[in-house]
């Protein structure tokens, strides 16, 4: 299924899939570079270059950023898109070479599917090679092995998956690309309504551990510069807040990336209150479309 939301003009998403292992990776790809910035907020994270995303460190143009299964085995899939960068000869000039900025994150499935089937390298780069700026949704990519409401024992299990949803602030264009695997239920904020309901953890017990984390990436075409865009990657995670419940919990590694391309001049704060929109319905869109 694809995804029919609008991403901003330079900035396309390519997925890898393994159906039978039942992981996968989604790359984000902004080959000519764009202001990037961070936000974790669970305590499980697995991540790659979030440290160089912070305000006062020296780069602050990303070229990519990867999503991607495996838990912390599915890192090393960023080199693959590396090397499709450094092949078109993008990245961070220094002197005569050139290296591609290319954070990333990871969500927990290795008990889904094979817990041997991880990407890797050559499955980054063919994320890379399939971008498009018509990404399908639900369990593909990074979602494929995702799950959601699994607290309570896993009786509510459902399966989670990427998402994709955009709207406009003002002249901006906002879009979020979301991986939803959260331990807590998916809840739809505009409609009230549970997507995947979780209601049989009494709050007495211990959610599910270590198989969980909403991961993403909010991308404007709004002009912002590095504290601005860390500011609305935390603003974003209101999104999660709002759709996953019970969210940043102790077993999930929540991260949100943002990434801004600077065609358009639009207010800060609009583009930050529309994040959090987009990436609330873009989780929904994940569950919903992994159903189908």
Request: charged share 20%.
């Amino acid at each position: 299924m694809t995804s029919g939301a609008e991403l901003p003009e330079g900035v396309t998403v390519g997925h890898w899939t393994d159906a039978k292992g039942r992981t996968g990776c989604t790359v984000v790809l902004a080959p000519d570079g764009v202001v990037g910035g961070v936000d974790v907020r669970g305590a499980a994270p697995g991540t790659r270059e979030t440290d160089l995303l912070r305000p006062g460190m020296l780069v602050d143009r990303v070229h990519a950023v990867l999503l991607t299964g495996g838990s912390a085995f599915g890192l090393d899939a960023a080199g693959g898109v590396m090397r499709f960068l450094e092949e078109r000869s993008k990245g961070f000039a220094i002197g005569p070479v050139r290296v591609p900025i290319v954070p990333a994150a990871v969500i927990f499935d290795l008990l889904v599917g094979d817990p041997t089937a991880r990407p890797g390298p050559d499955q980054g780069y063919a994320a890379c090679v399939a971008a498009t700026r018509d990404p399908a949704q639900g369990a593909v990519g990074a979602g494929t092995g995702a799950t959601v409401a699994k607290g309570g024992g896993g009786g509510e299990t459902r399966a989670g998956g990427v998402g994709v949803a955009s709207a406009r602030a003002g002249p901006a264009l906002v879009a979020a690309v979301m991986v939803a695997n959260g331990a807590g239920g998916v809840w739809d904020d505009e409609t009230h309504e549970w997507i995947a309901p979780l209601l049989g953890w009494d709050r007495a017990s211990n959610l599910f551990p270590a198989a969980n984390t909403t991961i993403g990436v909010v991308v404007t075409d709004a002009t912002l510069n590095k504290n601005e865009a860390n500011r609305v990657a935390t603003v974003a995670h209101d999104g999660i807040a709002r759709a996953v419940r019970p969210a940043h919990t102790m077993y999930d590694g929540d991260t949100i990336f943002c990434l801004a391309t600077g065609r358009v001049d639009a207010p800060r704060d609009g583009v930050e209150a529309v994040a959090a929109l987009v990436v609330a319905r873009a989780i929904g869109a994940g569950v919903r479309a992994a159903e189908r």
